[in-house]
């Protein structure tokens, strides 16, 4: 018994070290595309300036997402020329966009949501599109990177100040993130803190979405790999496999619904915290 | 300034590990991706967003629209069914009042023509008494005179033989006076 328990911590050592690469290398951004038994796509080296620019698996399917949400998106378009009634698909992207423009924009925004609701829509559009791909066999996740997270969330922080400048005017704006009359050394430690939370925000935006992407897939490849550590057991395999496979199926359900959470939650924060510069409370 | 602080991060992390890491930078991918979803955006906005808002925007509208009429025609129709009903019930009261009316007037016509028939009749009848009493007074005059001829002639006729008519005549009248005295009492 104690040599069997022995033996499996081995071998689960011994490979993860080289199944340790194969789920990073799934997760992580590469320079090509690998189709594993077909082959492999090896991305064009860019650089720009001395900064290396070049084309890498997320961005291809950045991309991808981008040009299959156009073409969604127009062939609403084009159904809405046909007729009002919306019928099928359309109307179930007719629902998602009542529901962003109903459920999470008009009640944080409030009366200036006209302006914002196309940047919030593509956001929750595009961070849908990219969910749902990852979850596509041989595809990757692109918000599954910090990078792309990140720059999301770039683009939030910028609609968030965009918003409350825009609102209140510049001085106006930045003097509204101090409450008003607080004594002299409590404002020493509040004016810090404030402009760190206007950082924060988006930050936490990008690590949330990024984190909870990542995690799933990682869980999914370890059950996954759960296959092949136990292979060389003779009839483990047979235990190992329906349990795996049935777990794996259970966190790709749940992938499911946490691409459209996560896509949600971005969304919703991102409106909220620009109702919140509109709206400065203090 | 969030890159930044991202970079920051990830030398961080990659101090610590010196292979890549899952918390990596990549500029490449950071300046993709802002060319990426803000070429996206800018087709979105203009092909897809705006037209997609518009129509739903104007369905809305028309929905409004058509319930607000529908309220609108549904008021109109409550206060046409008002009016009539009111008029319906002007035109009863009118009747009514017309029957009434008429009723009343046939009521005091009947009484009318009674009164009259009454005071007619009333005057006929006083009218024929009064004639009946004339001739009476007539037949009695007439029939006076006569008994008064026929006893003359018939006492002419008994007396002829023995008295002188005119010296007979006045003791007669005298009778006669006396017994019409008589009568009239």
Same mark, same amino acid.
């Given at each position: 018994?104690?040599?069997?328990?022995?033996?499996?911590?081995?071998?689960?050592?011994?490979?993860?070290?080289?199944?340790?690469?194969?789920? *990073?290398?799934?997760?992580?951004?590469?320079?090509?595309?690998?189709?594993?038994?077909?082959?492999?796509?090896?991305?064009?080296?860019?650089?720009?300036?001395?900064?290396?620019?070049?084309?890498?698996?997320?961005?291809?399917?950045?991309?991808?997402?981008?040009?299959?949400?156009?073409?969604?998106?127009?062939?609403?378009?084009?159904?809405?020329?046909?007729?009002?009634?919306?019928?099928?698909?359309?109307?179930?992207?007719? /629902?998602? /966009?009542?529901?962003?423009?109903?459920?999470?924009?008009?009640?944080?925004?409030?009366?200036? *949501?006209?302006?914002?609701?196309?940047?919030?829509?593509?956001?929750?559009?595009?961070?849908?599109?990219?969910?749902?791909?990852?979850?596509?066999?041989?595809?990757?996740?692109?918000?599954?990177?910090?990078?792309?997270?990140?720059?999301?969330?770039?683009?939030?922080?910028?609609?968030?100040?965009?918003?409350?400048?825009?609102?209140?005017?510049?001085?106006?704006?930045?003097?509204?993130?101090?409450?008003?009359?607080?004594?002299?050394?409590?404002?020493?430690?509040?004016?810090?803190?404030?402009?760190?939370?206007?950082?924060?925000?988006?930050?936490?935006?990008?690590?949330?979405?990024?984190?909870?992407?990542?995690?799933?897939?990682?869980?999914?490849?370890?059950?996954?790999?759960?296959?092949?550590?136990?292979?060389? *057991?003779?009839?483990?395999?047979?235990?190992?496999?329906?349990?795996?496979?049935?777990?794996?199926?259970? /966190?790709?359900?749940?992938?499911?619904?946490?691409?459209?959470?996560?896509?949600?939650?971005?969304?919703?924060?991102?409106?909220?915290?620009?109702?919140?510069?509109? *709206?400065?409370?203090? | 300034?969030? @890159? @930044?602080?991202?970079?920051?991060?990830?030398?961080?992390?990659?101090?610590?590990?010196?292979?890549?890491?899952?918390?990596?930078?990549?500029?490449?991918?950071? #300046?993709?991706?802002?060319?990426? #979803?803000?070429?996206?955006?800018?087709?979105?906005?203009?092909?897809?967003?705006?037209? !997609?808002?518009?129509?739903?925007?104007?369905?809305?509208? #028309?929905?409004?629209?058509?319930?607000?009429?529908?309220?609108?025609?549904?008021?109109?129709?409550?206060?046409?069914?008002?009016?009539?009903?009111?008029?319906?019930?002007?035109? $009863?009261?009118?009747?009514?009042? !017309? !029957?009434?009316?008429?009723?009343?007037?046939?009521?005091?016509?009947?009484?009318?023509?009674?009164?009259?028939?009454?005071?007619?009749?009333?005057?006929?009848?006083?009218?024929?008494?009064?004639?009946?009493?004339?001739?009476?007074?007539? @037949?009695?005059?007439?029939?006076?005179?006569?008994? @008064?001829?026929?006893?003359?002639?018939?006492? $002419?006729?008994?007396?002829? $033989?023995?008295?002188?008519?005119?010296?007979?005549?006045?003791?007669?009248?005298?009778?006669?006076?006396?017994?019409?005295?008589?009568?009239?009492?």
């Amino acid at each position: 018994m104690n040599n069997f328990t022995t033996t499996i911590s081995d071998t689960i050592q011994k490979t993860s070290s080289n199944q340790n690469d194969w789920i *990073y290398r799934h997760v992580l951004d590469s320079k090509e595309i690998s189709f594993e038994p077909m082959g492999t796509i090896h991305l064009p080296q860019i650089n720009l300036f001395g900064i290396d620019i070049s084309i890498t698996k997320h961005v291809i399917y950045l991309w991808v997402a981008s040009i299959i949400l156009i073409f969604l998106l127009l062939y609403v378009v084009k159904s809405y020329k046909r007729s009002q009634i919306p019928k099928g698909f359309t109307n179930l992207i007719e /629902i998602i /966009i009542i529901f962003v423009r109903d459920e999470i924009v008009k009640p944080t925004i409030g009366k200036y *949501y006209k302006r914002l609701l196309p940047y919030l829509l593509t956001v929750f559009f595009l961070i849908i599109t990219l969910n749902i791909i990852g979850l596509i066999p041989y595809s990757s996740t692109p918000t599954a990177n910090i990078s792309v997270t990140g720059t999301l969330a770039i683009f939030s922080f910028i609609a968030i100040q965009a918003g409350g400048i825009i609102k209140h005017g510049f001085v106006q704006y930045f003097k509204g993130l101090v409450p008003k009359g607080v004594n002299l050394f409590i404002a020493i430690i509040i004016i810090p803190i404030e402009i760190l939370s206007q950082f924060i925000k988006p930050f936490a935006l990008a690590i949330r979405l990024f984190a909870n992407m990542t995690a799933g897939h990682i869980a999914l490849l370890v059950l996954l790999s759960l296959i092949f550590l136990f292979k060389q *057991y003779l009839f483990a395999e047979i235990f190992v496999i329906p349990i795996s496979v049935l777990f794996s199926l259970f /966190i790709t359900m749940l992938e499911i619904l946490v691409a459209l959470i996560q896509a949600y939650i971005f969304t919703m924060l991102t409106s909220l915290f620009i109702g919140l510069a509109i *709206y400065q409370e203090h | 300034m969030i @890159a @930044a602080i991202f970079s920051y991060l990830a030398v961080i992390l990659q101090e610590e590990e010196s292979t890549t890491g899952i918390l990596d930078i990549n500029f490449g991918v950071i #300046f993709w991706t802002s060319i990426t #979803f803000i070429l996206l955006l800018i087709v979105l906005k203009k092909f897809a967003w705006k037209p !997609i808002l518009k129509s739903l925007e104007n369905r809305e509208d #028309f929905i409004k629209d058509s319930l607000e009429k529908a309220e609108k025609a549904k008021e109109e129709a409550e206060k046409l069914a008002n009016i009539s009903n009111e008029k319906i019930k002007n035109v $009863e009261t009118e009747a009514k009042e !017309i !029957i009434a009316q008429g009723r009343e007037y046939s009521e005091k016509l009947k009484k009318q023509i009674l009164d009259d028939t009454k005071n007619e009749t009333k005057k006929m009848l006083e009218d024929a008494k009064i004639e009946i009493e004339k001739l009476k007074i007539d @037949a009695y005059t007439q029939m006076k005179d006569q008994i @008064a001829l026929l006893a003359i002639e018939s006492a $002419e006729k008994v007396i002829k $033989e023995k008295l002188d008519k005119e010296a007979h005549t006045q003791i007669i009248n005298k009778y006669i006076k006396n017994m019409s005295g008589k009568l009239n009492e």
